[in-house]
Nanobody, 120 residues
Framework: QVQLVESGGGLVQAGESLKLSCAVS????????MGWYRQAPSKERELVAS???????NYRDNVEGRFTVSRDNTKNTVYLQIDNLKPEDTAVYYC??????????????WGQGTQVTVSS
């Protein structure tokens, strides 16, 4: 019912910037907590940034201010701005949406990911 489609990834040089987008369909985006995860080869998927329904933002401790998450509920889109990309940022970036249902269970949705590759 809820579909998430990421875009904006690609092959870039270290030091460049990317802005990833996650388009959400099927429900009103404003009802969901949104997150950005990434998974590098041979690594576990990790949360890099999140933004709650109330607009509270959280980031990984080691992103050094390079990541900015935002949401536009009118456009049903969440964004992840990544500045000063580093080779260690290379990963598949996934969009995530979560909502607490009426029975108090937590429903989670995932996109298929967009590849970010940073060369040195």
């Amino acid at each position: 019912q809820v579909q998430l489609v990421e875009s904006g990834g690609g092959l870039v040089q270290a030091g460049e910037s990317l802005k990833l987008s996650c388009a959400v369909s099927g429900r009103i985006l404003g009802a969901y907590d949104m997150g950005w995860y990434r998974q590098a080869p041979s690594k576990e998927r990790e949360l890099v940034a999140s933004i709650s329904v109330g607009g509270i933002r959280n980031y990984r401790d080691n992103v050094e201010g390079r990541f900015t998450v935002s949401r536009d509920n009118t456009k049903n889109t969440v964004y992840l701005q990544i500045d000063n990309l580093k080779p260690e940022d290379t990963a598949v970036y996934y969009c995530n949406a979560e909502i607490t249902q009426i029975n108090f269970t937590r429903r989670v949705y995932w996109g298929q990911g967009t590849q970010v590759t940073v060369s040195s």
